[in-house]
């Protein structure tokens, strides 16, 4: 048995690997660098073209880019109309933006739990959770796999609500065939580097409905419109006049952050297909090791995954979560845990949520961490972080 580096034994790896990197080229710089020595770097055509494309490859009808994935979930809620006093049902297992984005308008977030599989918001607990107050439903597509789009729609259909997907973690996955980002009322985006493709910080919305479009539209341009159709005085002064008919936020992206996206979207289908062969060399390798469970996926996911999780089974092992965690950074494999459950924060105690509201999602949290998995990562370090997890799980089982 191979002593752990932790230990004083060798590391698998003689150079830290981190667990997301972007993938920024050449054709990426000189995108950037011809915008940047145009006539405009915002409010410019970059935008406008960003958006074509992001709506012919999600099969939305519209798209709005917007500065960074939270400023993309605070418009949706915007847009849906959600005020004081709503309710909003969400994930508990995600970033707190998920929830926050219910309380920048007011709103009251509500935590349904998660299938304890596939780590997903659970469509039962959905139900469960909705009052004459639920206003929407935020359902996070969690590393990248699809929610179960059908179960969910039906849901809000039936219960009159707003399906907001938060596909922050999704874009290039599927659901039966269909893109995400054309299946719910509006689904929200993320760009941030350590996302499949990046604008360094930028996110969208895809929206198919031409009302709910608009409101998005002027969310993210401070209620500010120069569209003769919607303002409300007449006649206009000039070519100039514009109007604020609602209260909006500055979330617009620049052009030099479009360009940078719209080049990465060219390699979008090739990220996917490399980040597909890194997760099946990781589930052929892990799946029936001891100690460890593999995340589920539902068979109408076709799924461009952005985080790889294992999860520890602490019933089989002789180690704590932080003891495996700081094993694998001696081995030179930093991991991360995604997420700390939201309600856990001191902000959301002080709102009055405590321990126990989700008990699937608070045993996942307890044994979950994410390992490497990038698309510029090669197969002698895919091999090292399987070396790592092995050695490590060896040392410690029981």
Not at 1 to 16: D, F, N, Q, S, W
Not at 116 to 134: G, L, V
Not at 166 to 182: E, F, L, R, T, W
């Amino acid at each position: 048995m191979e002593e752990l580096a932790i230990l004083g034994g060798k590391p698998v790896r003689e150079t830290k690997i981190y667990y997301g990197r972007q993938w920024v080229d050449e054709d990426d710089v000189a995108a950037v660098a011809e915008t940047l020595r145009g006539n405009l770097i915002t409010c410019g055509p970059k935008v406008q073209e960003l958006e074509k494309e992001l709506a012919a490859y999600t099969g939305a009808k519209y798209a709005v880019a917007v500065s960074n994935g939270t400023a993309a979930l605070h418009c949706a809620c915007l847009a849906a109309g959600i005020k004081e006093g709503d309710e909003v049902i969400t994930t508990p297992l995600t970033f707190a933006a998920s929830a926050n984005c219910a309380l920048y308008v007011g709103a009251r977030p509500v935590f349904a739990d998660i299938n304890p599989e596939t780590y997903n918001i659970d469509p039962k607990s959905i139900r469960s959770k909705i009052t004459e107050r639920t206003k929407a439903v935020v359902a996070v597509d969690f590393t990248g796999q699809c929610v179960e789009n059908e179960a969910i729609r039906k849901i809000c259909d039936e219960y009159h609500l707003v399906f907001i997907e938060d596909a922050a973690h999704a874009i290039g996955s599927a659901y039966n065939g269909k893109k995400v980002g054309s299946l719910a009322d509006m689904t929200c985006f993320s760009f941030h580097p350590v996302k499949t493709v990046t604008s360094g910080e930028g996110g969208a919305v895809t929206v198919n409905n031409e009302e709910l479009y608009k409101k998005v539209v002027l969310a993210h341009t401070h209620g500010i419109t120069h569209d003769a159709e919607l303002m409300e005085d007449a006649p206009h002064e000039g070519p100039w006049y514009y109007e604020q008919i609602s209260l909006g936020f500055n979330y617009r992206m620049t052009d030099f952050q479009a360009a940078l996206l719209i080049s990465q979207l060219k390699k979008l289908e090739f990220f996917k297909a490399r980040r597909k062969e890194i997760v099946n060399r990781y589930n052929e390798a892990f799946a029936d090791t001891p100690g460890l469970i593999v995340q589920k996926e539902i068979p109408e996911s076709d799924t461009c995954r952005h985080l790889y999780i294992i999860r520890l089974d602490l019933d089989k092992l002789n180690c704590t979560r932080r003891e495996f965690f700081d094993a694998m950074s001696a081995e030179n494999v930093q991991c991360q845990v995604h997420y700390v459950p939201t309600y856990y924060f001191p902000y959301y105690r002080k709102l009055g949520y405590e321990k126990g509201l989700c008990p699937n999602a608070e045993k996942v949290y307890e044994g979950i961490m994410s390992i490497p998995l990038y698309p510029k990562m090669t197969d002698e370090e895919v091999e090292d972080v399987i070396h790592a997890v092995k050695k490590i799980i060896a040392w410690y089982t029981k």
